[in-house]
């Protein structure tokens, strides 16, 4: 089924400093309405806006937004891989260069390493619902052009599966963020951390005449994500980044030095490097 956007034209006031970066394209997807029949609840009041603020930043440093689905129009196969799921041409994760996700993830009450890491939409298209990224999801293979997964959801980095997980998605993406947790130390659904992440990765200043004030300082992405990713979390919940590349230092660089508006080449290899902090 063919979904159909609605488009919205805003009128900023205030003008950025710099120049607009075109060559970085980025999605959005974030469901809110989790009934409990048929899908098991609760609701997350704050994804869909926590998705628009991201946008908000990213519309003003001038990156072009290709998608951002909300609810019903976000589809369980978006996340997983194949030729009509990711690279679905309208709401496929794998279709440009930056995808953020806002929803669930699914907890276990005590992961351990040979435990999925999971997205949890609520459909009646694209289903099932919930994709097991380690089994399901590739990244950056083909045709896709994923760099940065931006995955702000309930446990779908946990630490001690990360091998399992986190090492087959990456098929020419670069860094991906999330959250470890489980049942009972989990990310709360928030009204900033989206905005405040996307702010991070992009940074902000406004030039008013007379002066210049950053907002924002640009930072690559693992360091926006360790700032940003454990607000609204409960104790024991880390933020987690991690990149691929050809050899450690390669990888460790990617993971600490990568920027969403200036990204590197193309990695290859299978060094992985990543970095966590813990509320």
């Known amino acids: 089924m063919q979904r159909l956007m609605a488009c919205v034209v805003a009128v900023l006031a205030i003008a950025q ?21 048929p899908c098991f609840g609760p609701n997350l009041p704050f ?51 930056v995808y953020f996700y806002n929803g669930h993830g699914i907890c276990q009450g ?11 939409v609520c459909s009646t298209n694209g289903q099932p619902n919930n994709t097991d990224i380690g089994a399901s999801s590739r990244w950056g293979n083909g045709n896709g052009r994923l760099k940065f997964a931006f995955i702000d959801a309930s446990c779908p980095m946990d630490l001690v599966s990360l091998g399992n997980n986190w090492f087959p998605p990456f098929q020419g993406l670069h860094v991906a963020v999330g959250h470890s947790g489980n049942a009972t130390h989990d990310t709360l659904n928030s009204q900033t951390r989206g905005g405040t992440f996307s702010g991070y990765t992009v940074g902000y200043t406004v030039d008013f005449g007379f002066t210049t004030v950053q907002l924002f300082p640009e930072l690559p992405a693992t360091w926006a994500w360790m700032n940003a990713g454990l607000i609204d979390v409960q104790s024991q919940v880390c ?18 030095n990568e920027r969403v508006k200036s990204p590197m080449g193309r990695p290859s290899g299978n060094w992985f490097a990543w970095r966590w902090i813990c509320s």
């Open 17 to 37: 400093v710099g120049a607009s970066y075109g060559q970085t394209r980025y999605s959005t997807g974030a469901v809110s309405n989790y009934p409990a029949n």
């Open 47 to 97: 994804s869909v806006g926590s998705a628009a603020s991201f946008r908000s930043w990213y519309n003003l440093a001038g990156l072009p937004n290709v998608s951002r689905w909300e609810n019903n129009d976000v589809w369980g196969s978006d996340f997983r891989d194949g030729a009509n799921a990711d690279m679905e041409a309208q709401g496929g994760s794998d279709i440009t260069d």
């Open 110 to 120: 005590a992961p351990v390493a040979t435990d999925p890491d999971f997205i949890f």
């Open 239 to 256: 933020a987690v980044a991690i990149a691929n590349d050809a050899t450690q230092a390669s990888a460790e660089n990617r993971r600490d």
